[in-house]
């Protein structure tokens, strides 16, 4: 079994930084994940924000992100940091992390990942 625990969320004015944490803990100390970043708005569809390989040299980011969010892999095994620079009052929502053990499918698709975190929420305002 995996746990997805995120954390580092908070409220900030737009224009602010944040940055998010997430920790993939398996008892399967030698597996791998790719480890993507998601988030949900109130009465909007899930959408995928940003995503990283196992060994980090690939990465992904959705359009609306590009230039002002920045995935990184930490030095502890399956942990990811999402830096969000220039938030912007529509990045309001609950991000939520996720873990991929296999490397099938696009980054950007939520079915290739297998094991998800409770979301920690991101709060920006005007």
């Known amino acids: 079994q995996v746990q997805v625990v995120e954390s580092g969320g908070g409220s900030v004015q737009a224009g602010a930084s944040l940055r998010v944490s997430c920790a993939a803990i398996?008892?399967?100390?030698?597996?791998?994940?790719?480890l993507g970043w998601f988030r949900q708005a109130p009465g909007k569809e899930r959408e995928s924000v940003a995503a990283i390989s196992t060994n980090g040299d690939s990465t992904y980011y959705a359009d609306s992100v590009k230039g002002r969010f920045t995935i990184s892999r930490g030095n502890a095994k399956n942990t990811v940091y999402l830096q969000m620079n220039s938030l912007k009052p529509e990045d309001t929502a609950v991000y939520y992390c996720a873990a991929a053990l296999s490397g099938l499918g696009p980054f950007s698709s939520s079915s290739r990942y297998d094991y998800w975190g409770q979301g920690t929420q991101v709060a920006v305002s005007s």
């Open positions: 398996s008892e399967r100390t030698a597996s791998s994940y790719a």
